[in-house]
């Protein structure tokens, strides 16, 4: 005969399954990325699963799926607010669909270096973005690097404004980024990435623009000859989490997964940036690489003006005023 004190241990068993609640088994949570394995965006996931679980003393446990197997940044996005899924580290272009305010971070020239983006994305500026997500069910940890992005084509190295002008440059399909490249006196020429080597074998298109891990990835090296460490464009992703998931969670676990993140967020940070030099070095053995000085990245950016006030004009004015203090104050 099944007692009272069997079914409440079931009971406290199957809760300890679930995706949220707490009780006396361990709370198991998923979190997706989009990327493989051994891209920064999941090892850092990867630490944050292992942080999470020391830090809780084993009463939260985060397992990892990776390369897009629970879908891509919007879908995983959806599930954390409908809460079948916990966390996920999405792009800001994709959580511009929920506050256009974060399509700020990824305006052309405006963070000098990573330790520059570091310093405004982890300021007020950075955690006013993030606080905003409170109301779309979604709790915003940190900000984690991509890389910046560069230009890459098979005319000329690019030095300067100048050079841009009359280049074939392949874009995403997105309005900001294709403005960008025309302000530039490009003809920007927007097609899936998965078009793009073809297009640059046979010269539909004279180039294009990604961070390093593409283009290693996808071997553009093979048909472009040059690089120019342009720096045009910060690419950024967002370390959140489930506001139903974690509302099932007690203070104390909050709070431990709070600063699993922030020391995560540190960590997946230097790998992303170990990674960028590590590609660089060996793109540097296959293409022709120049540095583009700040004052000529700047000069591209002022040549841009146009460009950037028609695209913040579509954002808050009190947030844009604070955001661009921020980016004076941490030059």
Known sequence: MISVKHILLASALVAGLGLGGTSLAAVTARMGTSLPDTHP????????????????????????FSNGILGNDVNMTSMLQAGTLAFTAPSTATLASLNPNF?????PFQFDDSEHADAVLDGPAGRDLLA?????????????????????????AVEAADDVEGLKIRTMQNELYIDMFNGLGANAVPMPVNELFTALETRTVDGQENP?????????????????????AYDAQVLIGSASFLDGLTDDQREAIAEA?????????QASRELNDRLLAELSDKMTVNAVPLEQRRAMGERLAPV??????????DFVADFDKALAEAR
């Open 132 to 156: 905003s997500l409170a109301d779309k069910g979604l709790v915003g940890y940190e900000f984690w690097e991509n890389g910046f992005r560069h230009i890459t084509n098979s005319r000329r």
């Open 308 to 317: 950037i006030e028609a695209h913040r004009d579509a954002l808050a004015a």
């Open 103 to 107: 399509s700020i971070v990824s305006l």
């Open 41 to 64: 965006q999941t090892l850092g996931a990867k630490r944050f699963a292992e942080l999470v679980e020391e830090k809780t003393d084993g009463e939260v446990k985060v397992q990892v």
């Open 261 to 269: 993140a922030r020391e995560a967020t540190l960590y997946q940070r």
């Open 212 to 232: 390093y891990s593409v283009i290693e990835s996808k071997r553009f090296f093979e048909v472009q000859q040059y690089l120019s460490q342009t720096a045009h």
